[in-house]
């Protein structure tokens, strides 16, 4: 590719497409791959705790909507601005580039203080609205209290280093995950067993290793190697700037945010259907789940790059290979997955539960809610390069439609057809999977010629 680190971005207009796309998207997937053992490593030590790891496991999982929210907050900002970023780079105005990286990381700050504050202060009625009973409550506020005072680190590191793979910097963008895993999964056994900390001691081992992570993520955007640089003069917000990175980043914030109002539906749901041993087996599918959604990400994120570099110097060609590349592989992928998912549920299962009956249902749940997980990888590969070709609507449009449209609803409608209510709610998911890919497809194919045609824009 590049014969220099410091000249990769202006190279992704250049050379074998499948080359490049593999090149930025394997670091990509395992940068995902490696941020995924913050949630698992957590969730699979709990799980084993003696005597309350059931219940302790179920705590967890009602806070994951909380570090989802936290997630979507840092896409708005980061995801919406970073292909902004590299389109500009590929126009090659680098300079209005660095006023975006500044502006989006000042952002970043203000809104990690406000949902900081805001977090700590709703922190037991929040929980209790996710499906926190008395026996689950305790644990699911030690853990979120601690976290929550890590979301400066955690939209640092998530908002940042997007900017990191959006100038080709892929490897240092996986080392950044990579760093900050391997802290969490050495502090966690210390914290959680060895101090004796439990719930307290997994939330205290992911934030410090968030910062890090954010440490490293900041040495490089201010250092010599970046090809957008982190300066002072661009910290200033001015709203010409960072609104149309917001305008394009409410795509991601939408699949994000309402993942989190999705987690809060099921566990509500399958708490009044199925009590607690139904969240806890939520709450291991949904970490199961993120085996299937993160690498496909990450696929997503590494051709991100090098689709909206050529898009913005007009290179249609090579944007049309890249999506084919892309499409192939997360279609190929998710159709693996989901097959593994049906035919071993219960070795996927014992991994996060030693708890037989948590083991039994979860295997019977896994194989209903995933039951659709063959067509996540044409829905997302399509949303996700209409994230890359900066159209913000449709991907807005379609980021609603699968979990707001959809599939909430159908957490409420499905179950008043079957005797068995739990297992209404879990069908809910791969109907709205299969329903949303086919209409994704359909929007993608009729409009990519216009978008090409019509170009970046300014």
């Known amino acids: 590719?590049?014969?220099?680190?410091?000249?990769?971005?202006?190279?992704l207009g250049e050379g074998n497409v499948g080359r490049l796309l593999l090149r930025l998207a394997i670091p990509s997937v395992v940068a995902q791959l490696i941020n995924m053992l913050y949630n698992i490593v957590d969730r699979i030590y709990i799980g084993h705790m003696p005597e309350d790891g059931s219940l302790a496991l179920t705590g967890l999982g009602l806070c994951f909507a909380v570090i989802i929210l936290i997630s979507a907050f840092a896409s708005l900002v980061g995801a919406g601005g970073a292909p902004r970023a590299a389109i500009y780079m590929g126009k090659q105005d680098n300079k209005t580039a660095e006023k975006i990286l500044g502006n989006c990381f000042t952002a970043l700050i203000l809104i990690a203080v406000v949902l900081t504050v805001v977090f700590q202060v709703i922190a037991e009625p929040m929980l209790r609205l996710f499906g926190a009973s008395d026996s689950t409550l305790p644990y699911a506020l030690s853990y979120m209290r601690i976290y929550v005072?890590?979301?400066?680190?955690?939209?640092?590191?998530?908002?940042?280093?997007?900017f990191i793979t959006a100038q080709g910097f892929a490897n240092f963008s996986m080392l950044t995950t990579v760093i900050g895993a391997v802290c969490n999964i050495i502090l966690d056994p210390i914290l959680i067993f060895g101090l004796n900390m439990g719930v307290r001691g997994a939330a205290t081992a992911t934030i410090?290793?968030?910062?890090?992570?954010?440490?490293?993520?900041l040495r490089f955007l201010l250092g010599k190697k970046t090809v957008l640089k982190l300066k002072k003069e661009h910290l200033p917000i001015r709203g010409?700037?960072?609104?149309?990175?917001?305008?394009?980043?409410?795509?991601?914030?939408?699949?994000?945010?309402?993942?989190?109002?999705?987690?809060?539906?099921?566990?509500?749901?399958?708490a009044k259907y199925g009590g607690d041993v139904a969240v806890g087996s939520f709450t291991i599918i949904s970490s199961c789940m993120q085996c299937l959604s993160l690498p496909l990400m990450g696929m997503c994120q590494g051709?991100?790059?090098?689709?909206?570099?050529?898009?913005?110097?007009?290179?249609?060609?090579r944007v049309r290979q890249t999506f084919r590349y892309l499409l192939v592989i997360c279609v190929a992928f998710s159709c693996l997955f989901c097959v593994v998912a049906e035919l071993a549920p219960t070795v996927m299962a014992g991994i996060f539960s030693s708890d037989a009956e948590m083991i039994s249902y979860t295997a019977w749940a896994m194989r209903i809610y995933m039951a659709?997980?063959?067509?996540?990888?044409?829905?997302?590969?399509?949303?996700?390069s209409f994230m890359a070709l900066s159209q913000a609507r449709i991907s807005l449009l379609l980021a609603c439609l699968r979990k707001i449209i959809l599939?909430?609803?159908l957490i409420y409608i499905l179950p008043n057809f079957f005797g068995n209510k739990v297992f209404g709610v879990l069908l809910a998911e791969p109907v709205s999977d299969i329903l949303a890919a086919v209409v994704t497809a359909i929007m993608f194919f009729?409009?990519?010629?216009g978008i090409l045609e019509q170009g970046p824009g300014k």
């Open 1 to 11: 590719m590049a014969k220099s680190e410091s000249n990769q971005s202006a190279n």
């Open 149 to 162: 005072m890590g979301t400066l680190f955690v939209m640092t590191v998530l908002g940042m280093n997007v």
């Open 446 to 449: 009729t409009h990519l010629n």
């Open 372 to 384: 659709g997980a063959f067509s996540m990888g044409v829905q997302m590969c399509c949303q996700q």
């Open 240 to 270: 010409d700037v960072l609104l149309p990175c917001m305008a394009l980043g409410v795509s991601p914030f939408v699949m994000q945010s309402t993942e989190a109002i999705l987690n809060v539906c099921f566990n509500s749901s399958l």
């Open 407 to 409: 599939l909430i609803p």
């Open 208 to 217: 410090l290793s968030q910062g890090v992570s954010a440490v490293w993520v």
């Open 303 to 317: 051709a991100q790059p090098l689709m909206s570099f050529n898009f913005g110097a007009r290179k249609n060609d």
